[in-house]
Each structure stands twice: as structure tokens, then as C-alpha cells.
């Protein structure tokens, strides 16, 4: 019997010490993934109340990622923030830092400055923006500079104004670098037989366009493109619909794709965007969101998922009380099916796994 008890004891203590064991190699194995990435529940908007049209970066120095938006009043006694910057260490959890424009600049007499697209571009930040009003016969696009991805940024003036380059509605600029070449995309709602998405290529220095090289990519009932290269194919994304009527827009992203960054752009019932009523749906409303669309370029997190940002409309929310179009942020993540990009159920999630994103130091 006492020969027993002392194998049971020994056996006994042998299972406990093995279970510690592996819990402590378990727990040493878990205790050392924070300090290599972070992963994150997140819950949709990711920041409100407002950051309308927005563009999306990560600075390679520091891995903290900053958002722009357009010029809006936030109802909060502020005034009206002139491209809003946030700050974020894991694409998730954003803060407001500042803006990047302390005034308007003095190229156009009137007007707000909207839709910012952000770029590095020979190690300074280029933030390329619409300057426009409602309506706006006139509008155009300018550029502005930085040191650092949370300003001061300088203003270098204007581009081009729509007048300049015959193209009705000329807000909403993307940049792109392609082969050695710099390239801005524009163009917005028209109904004019001018209307249209159009690419120029710019100067070397990505301050100035080269005339007369415009291209025509997509119809006038797109808006708000934005153009992502992977696997040898350019993808075009674009919006359609009203973006800015509260609870009433009808905001929603299409996609199509070519093998030239000059087009033909085709969608997967291989028709021309150059023809209205194109384009193959990723995102529209749902029950809890709607207005969704001006996408951010495409963000790849530090497991290789592809993420994008874009603006939505709380359904029961959609107006701040000094009548400000609650456009909030919102963040999705892309995945690629047969060669296309997709969100899942082509709706806004509501809660999602997040971006992997290794720890800042």
C-alpha cells in the first residue's frame, strides 16, 4: 500500500509539473508575440465624428500611420479644421493631431479644401488636394509639402484648374509612380459631354503636369478613384452616387481593372468604364451604414492582408447639428478573389478581426 501512494505521489506530481510546464512554455510563447505585432478586435467607424474622403499613410521612419480628410466643421466650437490629420499606431484606434493647413491657400478666392490624397514622394510628403466650392464652375487641384507626415505642410500653389484643362469637376487627385513616372488621376461627377475620371502625367518632381497628356479613364458618373497595381494588373476603384445628404446618400464603390495604367479599365463583365452604368460592385450600403465610399488607396498590414478606408453615415446619425454630413471613418479589409478585390458580403462590417500591425517602439 505504501509503495503505492509513493508512485501515485510521484506520478502525481510528475503530471502537475509537466501541465505547468507547458503552460509556462505556452505562456513565454504568447508573452513574446506583443512585442512583435499587435492584433486588434475592432469595431466600425474606427474615428468620429468626422473625417470625410479619406487618405491613408504609414511613415516608414516611425510605423505610425496617419489619415487626412476633408475640410469640415466638426460641431464642436473649433471652427472648421482645414484637412484634419489623425494618428494611429495600429490602423485601429485613431487621435486627432492637428491639421495640415493653418490657412487657405491663395490661389482661388473661395472655397473648401477637400479630398487630400497623401503620397512620399522623393522623402517628402505630398499632399495633393481639391480646392473647390459647391457647384464650382472652376475648381481645381494644388499641392502641398512636408517634412514630416504630420506637417507643417507648405503649400506650392495650384496644378491645374478645370478650365485649364477642359475637364468639368477637376477635385478628387490621386497620385501614382508607375515605371519610373509620376501620374495624377482626377475627375468627378459630370454629367457634361467632357465628364469623366482622367490620368496626366506630372514633372519629375511631381510638382508641375505635362500638358496635353491627359487620358480618359472612366465615365462621369464615377468619382473619387484611387489605383492599386498587383499581379500585373492596375485596378481602378471608384465611387458612385451622392456622397454628402445624410441618411439619404446612396454612396457605393465599384472596381474594374486593366493591364495598362492608362486603360482600357474593364469590369468583369469586361465593360468599358468609359461607359456609364459600368463598374463591379465591392461596396454598398447596409442597415446600419450607408453613404459608404471615397476610398483610401489599398493599406497592406504587416501580415500581408490588404486593408481599405473609406467614409460612411451612421443610418440613425447622419448630420451633426450644424448640419455637417456625419461622414465617419470607416475600415474594412480586402480580400482577393479571382484575381478581383472584394469586401466580404460587399457591406461595412460592424465588428472584424484587425490589421496585424508589429509593435512600435
Not at 56 to 66: E, L, Q, S
Request: hydrophobic letters at 35%; one cysteine or more.
Amino acid at each position: 500500500m505504501l509503495m503505492y501512494c509513493r508512485f501515485f505521489l510521484f506520478f502525481s506530481v510528475l503530471g502537475i509539473a509537466l501541465v505547468l510546464g507547458g503552460c509556462f512554455s505556452a505562456s513565454r510563447r504568447n508573452s513574446s508575440k506583443p512585442d512583435q505585432e499587435q492584433v486588434t478586435t475592432y469595431s466600425n467607424p474606427v474615428f468620429e465624428p468626422v473625417l470625410a474622403d479619406p487618405s491613408v499613410i504609414r511613415d516608414p521612419k516611425t510605423g505610425k500611420f496617419y489619415a487626412y480628410g476633408t475640410q469640415d466643421n466638426w460641431a464642436d466650437g473649433q471652427g472648421s479644421r482645414l484637412v484634419p490629420i489623425l494618428e494611429s499606431l495600429d490602423m485601429v484606434k485613431w487621435n486627432y493631431v492637428g491639421n495640415a493647413f493653418t490657412e487657405k491657400p491663395a490661389w482661388k478666392k473661395e472655397g473648401g479644401i477637400w479630398a487630400p490624397d497623401i503620397h512620399l514622394v522623393d522623402g517628402k510628403y505630398h499632399l495633393y488636394y481639391s480646392y473647390s466650392t459647391w457647384g464650382d464652375q472652376n475648381p481645381g487641384v494644388g499641392l502641398a509639402i512636408a517634412d514630416a507626415a504630420a506637417g507643417p505642410f507648405v503649400d506650392q500653389g495650384k496644378l491645374f484648374t478645370s478650365h485649364e484643362l477642359a475637364v468639368p469637376n477637376s477635385i478628387d487627385p490621386f497620385f501614382i509612380q508607375d515605371k519610373g513616372k509620376k501620374f495624377l488621376f482626377w475627375g468627378s461627377f459630370s454629367d457634361t459631354p467632357e465628364q469623366g475620371i482622367y490620368v496626366i502625367e506630372l514633372s519629375a518632381d511631381g510638382k508641375h503636369i505635362k500638358k496635353e497628356t491627359k487620358h480618359k479613364i472612366a465615365a462621369g458618373d464615377f468619382e473619387a478613384s484611387t489605383v492599386h497595381k498587383r499581379n500585373g494588373y492596375y485596378y481602378f476603384i471608384g465611387s458612385k452616387g451622392s456622397c454628402c445628404e445624410g441618411v439619404n446618400s446612396t454612396y457605393h464603390v465599384l472596381v474594374a481593372r486593366s493591364k495598362n495604367l492608362l486603360g482600357p479599365y474593364v469590369d468583369k463583365q469586361g465593360k468599358d468604364i468609359k461607359q456609364r452604368g459600368s463598374g463591379s460592385l465591392i461596396l454598398e450600403k447596409n442597415d446600419t451604414f450607408v453613404g459608404t465610399g471615397h476610398t483610401s488607396a489599398i493599406i497592406t498590414d504587416d501580415r500581408g492582408k490588404d486593408w481599405i478606408y473609406y467614409h460612411g453615415i451612421e443610418a440613425h446619425n447622419g448630420k451633426l447639428k450644424n448640419g455637417t454630413s456625419r461622414r465617419v471613418l470607416m475600415l474594412d479589409e480586402i480580400v482577393w478573389e479571382d484575381g478581383w478585390p472584394s469586401i466580404r458580403q460587399a457591406v461595412p462590417s460592424k465588428q472584424a478581426t484587425g490589421p496585424v500591425i508589429k509593435s512600435i517602439k
